[in-house]
């Protein structure tokens, strides 16, 4: 594909940005069984129902453009999934290894967030109005997202895998 206009960037873009969020619909039923804390289970279940608006809002842009929503592999998403199964896979204290899946996940939401700045700040350039709002509304649900995360770690899931830490050490 020749990449000759900022158009053309961003039909790339939300091409990448579609294969990561299927990437991440099947990544997101793992995390939820690997997860022991129930508000962070909970939090996966939630964001998957969102993470398949966010695909079907894709779509829905990739139709009224006239392209295909497929056609490229998001290979960075593809790593930080990759990262996050290897934290599944491991053995150890139950909120050690849920404060590590957190990490994995808020990786997973920083990428997005990132993508979708890109987009909607390429869309707003090339004056395409009328689905900046889909993309916006994805964007503050990662966001929204990314926040929850943190605050189930700083509040529940980190201060039991410190206390771990305490125990391990007397
Ligand atoms: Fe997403
Ligand atoms: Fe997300």
Same mark, same amino acid.
């Given at each position: ?31 939820? #069984?690997?997860?022991? &804390?129930?508000?962070?289970? %909970? ?5 998957? *129902? @969102?993470?398949? /608006? ?34 599944? #896979?491991?053995?150890? &204290?139950?909120?050690?290894? %849920? ?5 994995? *996940? @808020?990786?997973? /939401? ?50 039991? *895998? ?9």
């Amino acid at each position: 594909m020749e990449t000759q206009t900022l158009r053309d960037l961003m039909v790339e873009h939300l091409q990448d940005l579609y294969s990561a969020e299927t990437q991440i619909i099947k990544a997101l039923p793992k995390m939820e #069984k690997a997860a022991h &804390n129930t508000e962070l289970k %909970d939090g996966f279940r939630m964001h998957l *129902a @969102q993470t398949q /608006e966010q695909a079907q809002r894709l779509e829905q842009i990739a139709k009224a453009l006239g392209f295909s929503p497929n056609g490229k592999k998001c290979k960075g998403m593809e790593g930080l999934l990759a990262e996050g199964e290897e934290i599944m #896979k491991e053995d150890g &204290n139950l909120d050690v290894l %849920d404060a590590g899946l957190i990490a994995a *996940a @808020q990786k997973v /939401e920083h990428y997005e967030i990132s993508a979708y700045g890109t987009a909607i700040a390429m869309a707003k350039q090339l004056g395409e109005k009328d689905y900046l709002s889909l993309l916006k509304q994805s964007l503050t649900e990662e966001e929204m997202t990314d926040k929850k995360l943190s605050q189930v770690a700083e509040s529940t899931i980190n201060v039991k *895998a410190a206390s771990h830490q305490a125990s391990c050490e007397t």
